[in-house]
T-cell receptor, first 118, second 109 residues
Framework: SAVISQKPSRDICQRGTSLTIQCQVD?????MFWYRQQPGQSLTLIAT?????????ESGFVIDKFPISRPNLTFSTLTVSNMSPEDSSIYLC???????????????FGPGTRLTVT | GQNIDQPTEMTATEGAIVQINCTYQ??????LFWYQQHAGEAPTFLSY??LDGLEEKGRFSSFLSRSKGYSYLLLKELQMKDSASYLC??????????WGAGTKLIIKP
């Protein structure tokens, strides 16, 4: 399985500011995803980060609010722009397509970034 | 619409067996996944089913019935460290993962 790191692990930000979250993988992966998880709830997919092209956003998420970069097969960033308290959540990077032994192409998750907006 | 249903919370006793059910209605099916998530941590992959039947992996087993849109995760010889949320997820016809809300499992001594 891939080893995934995220920076920062947590942050407290002021309303109206922006935060960029970094995701680094120790091997090349085909697919990278960004999720949000509110406390006590399940995962919500924000977007799929595509290498060399614009990210694919899910319904309810737009590029202006959550710009994503993916310059290569091991790195991606998610920016949460013009933050409000409703953006307080855990943001998780996830990868798939690293040749899993199970054949399931399961997703692996980074440790998450806990964001609090005041 | 696409839907995955799991019980919100379950309680079991250390050393016992517990079965967590998951029913799904999705546009197509390309596999079902179970993940474990401890509080404050990221989800970790537990199991994958794409064909009907039981997949056993140590103390954990996962069952799938595609005709019934049903799966369960069976945990045997429960340990305190098994206290966590268990997430069911289905890959649909577009190979998109649809996530359930998760089942919080509480283990009592």
């Amino acid at each position: 399985s891939a080893v995934i790191s995220q920076k920062p692990s947590r942050d407290i930000c002021q309303r109206g500011t922006s935060l960029t979250i970094q995701c680094q993988v120790d091997s090349q992966v085909t697919m990278m995803f960004w999720y949000r998880q509110q406390p006590g709830q399940s995962l919500t997919l924000i977007a799929t980060a595509n290498q060399g092209s614009e990210a694919t956003y899910e319904s309810g998420f737009v590029i202006d609010k959550f710009p994503i970069s993916r310059p290569n097969l091991t790195f991606s960033t998610l920016t949460v722009s013009n933050m409000s308290p409703e953006d307080s959540s855990i943001y998780l990077c996830s990868v798939a397509g690293s040749g899993s032994a199970s054949g399931a192409d399961e997703q692996y998750f980074g440790p998450g970034t806990r964001l609090t907006v005041t | 619409g696409q839907n995955i249903d799991q019980p919100t919370e379950m309680t079991a006793t250390e050393g016992a067996i517990v079965q967590i059910n998951c029913t799904y209605q999705t546009s197509g099916f390309n596999g079902l996944f179970w993940y474990q998530q401890h509080a404050g941590e990221a989800p970790t992959f537990l199991s994958y089913n794409v064909l009907d039947g039981l997949e056993e992996k140590g103390r954990f087993s996962s069952f799938l019935s595609r005709s019934k849109g049903y799966s369960y995760l069976l945990l045997k010889e429960l340990q305190m460290k098994d206290s966590a949320s268990y997430l069911c997820a289905v890959k649909d016809s577009n190979y998109q993962l649809i996530w359930g809300a998760g089942t919080k499992l509480i283990i009592k001594p």
